[in-house]
């Protein structure tokens, strides 16, 4: 016994971490190789679509809920007494919104 740790136990770890270390490294290769496909698979596609017009190739416009306050004003009444302004739910407080019609890539 060298280290206090039974010999099936220490063959048994080493086992462990040759097939974990195998699976990460699988995994770690391949999720790179597909982010560089992916990436160059962009790139090619940018070269040849057309600019979005509707964000005008910016990928993002004006919210059209709160028109760029940030804030709406909003109650849980249909007939409301006091109306709160609240946060808004489509920009959350960023006065803009990404682009529906390009995803915010600024081109289609």
């Known amino acids: ?3 206090g740790i039974p010999q099936p136990l220490r063959t048994l770890g080493a086992a ?3 097939v974990f270390g ?5 995994s770690l290769a391949s999720s790179v190789t597909i982010r560089m496909l992916q990436a160059a698979t962009e790139a090619k596609r940018k070269k040849v679509a057309l600019p979005c017009t509707v964000c ?3 990928g993002f416009y004006t919210c ?3 028109k760029g306050n940030s ?3 909003w109650s849980p009444l249909y ?3 006091v109306i709160n302004p609240c946060l808004c739910p489509t920009c959350e407080g960023n006065r803009v919104q ?3 019609n390009c995803l915010g890539k600024g081109y289609v």
């Open 56 to 58: 005008k190739r910016k």
């Open 16 to 18: 462990a971490a040759v």
């Open 22 to 26: 195998g699976m990460f490294s699988l």
């Open 98 to 100: 990404r682009c529906l």
């Open 71 to 73: 804030t709406i004003e």
């Open 1 to 3: 016994m060298l280290g």
């Open 79 to 81: 007939d409301p007494i």
């Open 64 to 66: 059209k809920l709160c």
